[in-house]
């Protein structure tokens, strides 16, 4: 089946430092969307993408739909705290019902 | 978790009992996801669902494991004959569009 890979598996910078991570794909998806997970809780969506070479921010956070439609990127700039969590990029593929496959996360941790 | 609800948040079971999580979808959503997410990984994909009618199965393991989403009330997912394999947290997601919001997820421990 579709599988994302998710680079790095985690993180572990100063608060105030850039942070990039980012998803590829043997296979193209249709969407790709960014989700945060903090612990003991269900993902929160950050962002969604939804056409090639799409470009969106949301406050600190800009995310990228790669040209191929293989590939995605998550920035952070000006990390803080609270931004500690997992990071998973997540897209629909080939399905038509909806269904979201996951990459493994990115885990992050800021160092006040 | 944007209004869907899910209960109980944490569920203990002997090998061999039954587990049924609930999931109540925002208002007025007809789409209910399962996803499930063993520790260190990602979610996974288990069952699509809307009011009364189950649209994709494919990730749900053939045996052991059933869904509904009746005409009234939550969707439930149910777990038969438990074994710690099962041991993971169930999230479900609620969807009008294209959008899925999770919930807050129940985390399942099998003695």
């Known amino acids: 089946g579709q599988q994302l890979n998710q680079s790095p598996q985690s993180m572990f910078i100063q608060e105030g430092e850039d942070v990039s991570m980012n998803c590829t794909s043997s296979?193209?998806?249709?969407?790709w969307l960014w989700y945060k997970q903090d612990p003991g809780e269900g993902p929160v969506l950050l962002i969604a993408l939804y056409k090639a070479g799409e470009l969106t921010s949301n406050g600190r956070l800009t995310a990228q739909f790669g040209i191929t439609r293989k590939d995605s990127f998550l920035n952070i700039s000006a990390s803080i705290p609270s931004d500690v969590g997992i990071y998973f990029c997540?897209?629909?593929?080939?399905?038509?019902?909806?269904?979201?496959?996951f990459g493994q996360g990115t885990t992050l941790q800021v160092k006040p | 978790n944007a209004g869907v609800m899910q209960n109980p948040r944490h569920l203990v079971r002997r090998r061999g009992q039954e587990a049924r999580l609930r999931c109540s979808p925002v208002?007025?959503?007809?789409?209910v996801y399962w996803y499930r997410q063993l520790p260190e990984e990602g979610l996974k994909f288990m069952v699509y669902l809307q009011k009364e009618n189950i649209i994709d199965e494919s990730g749900m393991p053939k045996e052991r494991f059933s869904a509904e989403f009746p005409k009234e009330g939550p969707s439930i997912l149910r777990i038969q004959q438990v074994v710690r394999g099962d041991s993971a947290a169930y999230f479900c997601?609620?969807?009008?569009?294209?959008?899925?919001?999770f919930g807050p997820g129940t985390r399942l421990t099998v003695l």
């Open positions: 997601a609620s969807a009008d569009s294209d959008t899925q919001y």
């Open positions: 208002k007025g959503h007809s789409h």
């Open positions: 296979s193209i998806f249709n969407t």
């Open positions: 997540a897209g629909h593929g080939s399905s038509n019902t909806g269904k979201l496959i």
